[in-house]
T-cell receptor, first 114, second 114 residues
């Protein structure tokens, strides 16, 4: 069964550094998402992306965050200047074009900001 | 704003027994989707079951079934014949039909004992 893949599985970075989290969604999916989960807390929506533009974003997704689909397969989340509170598990997800198709999540990238 | 509440932080069940995880939600919308996701220690988010609000019939997936009470805004998950591999964090989630984001509850940690 096709999967959403995320790399790296764990990223450690220093505060103030830029970090790029990478995702390869399922190939025939058209909607892409980033969610995050701070340790011990619930999963929170960050952003959705369709047709090469952001379709919806949360309050968390401020100017420090950006997303990009640089080619036909990758979907990236960039954090420009990381803060300690950005430490979390970041999940990429994708779904097909039908309205009620379910989200498929990747295994996540654990980001640790020191 | 929509909210999802899971009032049971932790549950435990003996192998082969049945357990029910509770979830309530709040929305003024009539058309939406509800989901249960499983997050094992590997941290991957796995879709367990989903329910369309316009369907009166409760969704079933093998040992997993839901009790969807639309008027009460309740969406509980029943796991029958529990297995050790069911040990995980379980998240209830809501998605409005005209938006593109999942709203998660805080999760219930389920431990299955031999």
């Amino acid at each position: 069964e096709p999967e959403v893949t995320q790399t790296p599985s764990h990223q450690v970075t220093q505060m103030g550094q830029e970090v790029i989290l990478r995702c390869v969604p399922i190939s025939n999916h058209l909607y892409f998402y980033w969610y995050r989960q701070i340790l011990g807390q619930k999963v929170e929506f960050l952003v959705s992306f369709y047709n090469n533009e952001i379709s919806e974003k949360s309050e968390i997704f401020d100017d420090q965050f950006s997303v990009e689909r640089p080619d036909g397969s990758n979907f990236t989340l960039k954090i420009r200047s990381t803060k300690l509170e950005d430490s979390a598990m970041y999940f990429c997800a994708s779904r097909m074009d039908s309205p009620n198709s379910p989200l498929h999540f990747g295994n996540g990238t654990r980001l640790t900001v020191t | 704003a929509q909210t999802v509440t899971q009032s049971q932080p932790e549950m435990s069940v003996q192998e082969a027994e049945t357990v029910t995880l509770s979830c309530t939600y709040d929305t003024s919308e009539n058309n939406y989707y509800l989901f249960w996701y499983k997050q094992p220690p590997s941290r991957q988010m796995i879709l367990v079951i989903r329910q369309e609000a316009y369907k009166q019939q409760n969704a079933t997936e093998n040992r997993f079934s839901v009790n969807f009470q639309k008027a009460a805004k309740s969406f509980s998950l029943k796991i029958s014949d529990s297995q050790l591999g069911d040990t995980a964090m379980y998240f209830c989630a809501f998605m409005n039909h005209n938006t593109d984001k999942l709203i998660f509850g805080t999760g219930t940690r389920l431990q299955v004992f031999p």
